[in-house]
């Protein structure tokens, strides 16, 4: 596979200076280009041998480009409050918005690839960590991003001599660590190891260019005319791309809704149907389940923050279900400065420049936290889907994305439950009458509650699809009742206290596995 990155091609100074000037003024042009056209952001990962000038190329790139529009970051062992979250958190929270270029060093590729050469991860762990790259990279180029990756390389024989200069000179040789001499012995072992990852994670939206790096101008060149030519594409591309799915998205609503008038009203039957709305709780029992319930997830919470165990709680439902009322019961049991809630509503002008799970990555607490959430990001497959903000192709794909989100949370520990409280229609309306009579709840009534509420049963039909889609063994919905919302709060506060009480048990358990 490198072979072709070892013929020791080079560019002389007189050529390069000569080049350099065309392709610095066309990478600007095109930067700009990106700024004020593209609706997309532009994602450069640098990854390869030790020596091989990674560097020294991100250097002459944010020396080339408008360093306003451009950022770097370079990744070194994860910090504390990185170690805390999910892998993939350091690297979503960095992601450059829309019309912005963004280039890594040391990124996603390099723990696995030293996981791997180390013996830390075997062969069937290797293939999880590329997989779950993949994803991440498919992820971003749906949602429109350019992602690009170079391989830079050198010889084993190469490499030796830039060690030995390296160590030698008295100026730079404070760049040198004992693990590049170690690196070097473990050449082979990394090279094997690369061509895995590049075989396996090279693809048609998130491609791997090798890079010969023995001449400094050549391969400086090589990656500044790769990267305008990947630009050029994309702006020609991405502008028409979405104008077809804009017209194939219009013509599907056209229709539906040709369909919709030619069938029958009726909708299909869907899974909240057969919920029990007659289930209820009279007050005298409910005041006391509610302090029996609060004081025992008093506790468990913690026991929870005390093992650095975190809890993510994700809230949906119709509007006026009640989800405010249990998030209310909920906090009262908790330890403000270990919990925290996220309300959500329509993403503001910085989240719309991200891919939508952005600001959802964000917000994953430090270990030994509650996050929750009124609101979340099914919002995709619910409200954005129904409302058209998001295209068929754009929701369907969500499912996928929200599974793989879903299913980092778990791998990392946290406990994750998702809530869809549930009233009836009738009941809906009695509750939006309710803040006509109440002063302090008249705030809580919009024009687009009554708006949703005219769009009950597509709502309904696109909850069926979500849990459906989305209800996995590891991470179910419940679903709760909330005719009577002393009914259902008492059952969300059950819910939450068993799987906080499997949790902290589960971490015991592991603590005291080694003494046996």
């Known amino acids: 596979m490198f072979q072709t990155a070892e013929l020791g091609i080079s560019v002389s100074r007189k050529e390069f200076k000569e080049r350099e000037a065309v392709l610095r003024e066309n990478l600007l042009d095109l930067q700009q280009r990106l700024r004020t056209e593209g609706q997309f952001p532009v994602i450069v990962d640098f990854a390869g041998v030790r020596g091989a000038g990674k560097g020294a190329c991100i250097n002459l790139l944010n020396k080339w480009m408008d360093t306003h529009w451009i950022v770097t970051h370079a990744y070194d062992e994860p910090?504390?409050?990185?170690?805390?979250?999910?892998?993939?958190?350091?690297?979503?929270?960095?992601?450059?918005?829309?019309?912005?270029?963004?280039?890594?060093l040391s990124g996603r590729y390099s723990?696995?690839?030293?996981?791997?050469?180390?013996?830390?991860?075997?062969?069937?762990?290797?293939?999880?960590?590329?997989?779950?790259?993949?994803?991440?990279?498919?992820?971003?180029?749906?949602d429109g991003a350019l992602v690009l990756k170079f391989w830079m390389h050198i010889s084993q024989k190469v490499q030796y001599k830039r060690l030995k200069l390296l160590e030698n000179d008295p100026l730079r040789s404070w760049r040198m660590s004992p693990l590049d001499w170690k690196h070097y012995e473990l050449y082979d072992r990394f090279i094997a190891a690369a061509e895995q990852i590049i075989a396996h994670t090279n693809t048609g939206h998130a491609p791997w260019e090798i890079i010969e790096g023995e001449d400094e101008h050549y391969r400086s060149l090589r990656v500044g005319e790769i990267l305008q030519m990947m630009l050029e594409r994309h702006l020609t591309r991405e502008p028409l791309r979405r104008k077809y799915l804009a017209e194939m998205r219009e013509q599907v609503?056209?229709?539906?809704?040709?369909?919709?008038?030619?069938?029958?009203?009726?909708?299909?039957?869907?899974?909240?149907?057969?919920?029990?709305?007659?289930?209820?709780m009279d007050k005298e029992t409910y005041r006391h389940e509610l302090a029996v319930c609060q004081a025992r997830l008093a506790g468990l919470h913690q026991q929870a923050a005390a093992k650095k165990i975190s809890t993510l709680l994700v809230f949906e439902g119709p509007d006026a279900a009640g989800k405010g009322g249990v998030i209310r019961r909920l906090t009262e049991a908790l330890d403000a400065r270990y919990y925290k809630v996220f309300p959500f509503a329509a993403p503001t002008d910085?989240?719309?420049?991200?891919?939508?799970?952005?600001?959802?990555?964000?917000?994953?607490?430090?270990?030994?936290?509650?996050?929750?959430?009124?609101?979340?990001?099914?919002?995709?497959?619910?409200?954005?889907?129904i409302e058209r903000f998001a295209g068929d192709d754009e929701w369907r794909r969500a499912f996928a994305e929200i599974n793989d989100f879903?299913?980092?949370?778990?791998?990392?520990?946290?406990?994750?439950?998702?809530?869809?409280?549930?009233?009836?229609?009738?009941?809906?309306?009695?509750?939006?009458?309710?803040?006509?009579?109440?002063?302090?709840?008249?705030?809580?009534?919009?024009?687009?509650d009554w708006r949703n509420r005219e769009r009950w049963d597509?709502?309904?039909?696109?909850?069926?699809?979500?849990?459906?889609?989305?209800s996995v063994m590891k991470s179910p919905w419940i679903l709760v009742e909330n005719e009577n919302k002393a009914w259902g709060r008492i059952k969300v506060l059950h819910a939450v206290c068993n799987a906080l009480e499997r949790a902290v048990g589960d971490a015991a358990e592991q603590v005291s596995e080694p003494a046996r």
């Open 79 to 104: 910090s504390d409050e990185e170690r805390e979250r999910p892998v993939f958190w350091r690297y979503w929270r960095r992601l450059p918005p829309r019309g912005q270029i963004g280039i890594y």
């Open 350 to 385: 910085v989240e719309n420049a991200q891919h939508y799970l952005w600001r959802f990555w964000n917000c994953v607490g430090r270990a030994g936290r509650m996050g929750i959430f009124d609101r979340s990001w099914y919002g995709r497959v619910l409200v954005e889907r």
């Open 458 to 470: 597509d709502y309904g039909q696109a909850v069926h699809e979500m849990i459906q889609q989305t």
């Open 253 to 280: 609503h056209k229709k539906v809704i040709e369909t919709h008038l030619a069938k029958s009203p009726r909708q299909s039957p869907t899974i909240l149907d057969g919920l029990d709305f007659t289930l209820a």
């Open 406 to 448: 879903e299913d980092q949370l778990l791998e990392h520990g946290i406990v994750l439950l998702k809530f869809w409280l549930q009233i009836s229609k009738e009941e809906q309306l009695r509750r939006f009458n309710e803040p006509e009579e109440t002063s302090y709840k008249r705030w809580k009534l919009s024009e687009e």
């Open 111 to 142: 723990r696995p690839l030293l996981d791997y050469v180390y013996g830390h991860l075997g062969q069937d762990g290797f293939k999880h960590q590329l997989d779950r790259i993949n994803n991440f990279e498919k992820a971003l180029a749906d």
